[in-house]
């Protein structure tokens, strides 16, 4: 019996296990994918306090080391559901587990296009991550789909592998930071392509190509070898539905408390209703959440 069990080991999840164990409290952090979550497809990063500059590959490790230094248990596995009796039992692939409370920090996936033969394409020629997959395409031609800061650092990064890069955004601005912008528009072999969507999909086994149609209906042909998609998150709170409020994206319908409609189970980082989803809000909610499961636990 585990007096916290953590779904989740982004920075959310692990900031909860590193507070509810300073607390005393005997923990168990599960992640289905990678420790560390999406700040590890981050080549850089540097708006984390402590940290002049660091990959978020760096921070991630940093983050797992300290919280298995502290006691902390983990598991590799992928939750499937809750229950509630007098205890909460999380049933994964690997087996069940029982808590006395729950938070849940699953954050969130990367968002599709939505096209036919997408899925197909995923990992022979679209990629969600340049600082993982973008050596991969040293020398040729890539398109980056999104205009977001996600999307224009996977482009800068890749300009600096790549022949030729298109950055395709769907309105007629970038919405990422200034700075992203201009570094990415001093770039020479970086073409912005502005108010323009993918509508298909061209390749056999693998990518060659997509065509596109700008919203003033002109379509056009780019060949490439490789696309990144960067258009956003889905969060991953679909099993937990019976147990939190979900608002109309699908994201916990929380308070600043991390508090849920159910006793016992709390909800933290990018899988929560927020406007700012980074690192450092991430980390808040894990304390918060961890605090308000340790007050719980201890006036049972």
């Known amino acids: 019996m585990y007096d916290i069990i953590i779904i989740g080991g982004g920075p959310a999840g692990l900031t909860a296990a590193l507070y509810a164990k300073r607390a005393n409290k005997n923990v168990l952090v599960i992640e289905k994918a990678i420790f560390g979550g999406q700040i590890t497809f981050s080549p850089k990063v540097e708006n984390i306090p402590g940290f002049l500059s660091l990959s978020g590959n760096e921070f991630a490790e940093k983050l797992i080391e300290q919280v298995l230094e502290q006691g902390a248990e983990v598991e590799m596995c992928e939750v499937t559901g809750i229950s509630k009796n007098e205890s909460f039992t999380v049933h994964t692939d690997g087996g069940d587990f029982e808590g006395k409370s729950v938070i849940i920090a699953t954050g969130a996936k990367h968002r599709m296009l939505g096209l036919n033969r997408e899925e197909q394409f995923v990992g022979e020629g679209i990629s969600f991550c340049a600082v993982c997959d973008g050596a991969f395409f040293t020398g040729k ?32 601005r970038l919405t990422g930071e200034e700075k992203l912008q201009q570094q990415l528009k001093a770039k020479d072999n970086v073409e912005i392509i502005l108010g323009t969507v993918v509508t298909e999909l061209i390749g056999e086994d693998t990518l060659t190509g997509i065509k596109v149609e700008s919203n003033c209906g002109r379509s056009d042909t780019l ?77 049972l």
């Open 223 to 299: 060949d490439i070898d490789g696309m990144f998609v960067a258009i956003g998150l889905i969060p991953q709170n679909e099993p937990f539905a019976e147990h939190i409020a979900l608002n109309q994206w699908g994201y916990a319908d929380s308070a600043e408390d991390c508090k849920t409609v159910t006793e016992g189970i709390f909800v933290a980082g990018d899988c929560r209703s927020k406007r700012i989803r980074q690192v450092a809000t991430a980390a808040a909610d894990g304390a918060i959440a961890a605090l308000a499961a340790c007050d719980y636990i201890d006036n």
């Open 141 to 172: 031609t890539v398109a980056v789909i999104g205009g977001g800061n996600s999307a224009l650092q996977e482009a800068i990064l890749l300009s600096d592998l790549a022949k030729k890069v298109y950055v395709v955004q769907n309105l007629d």
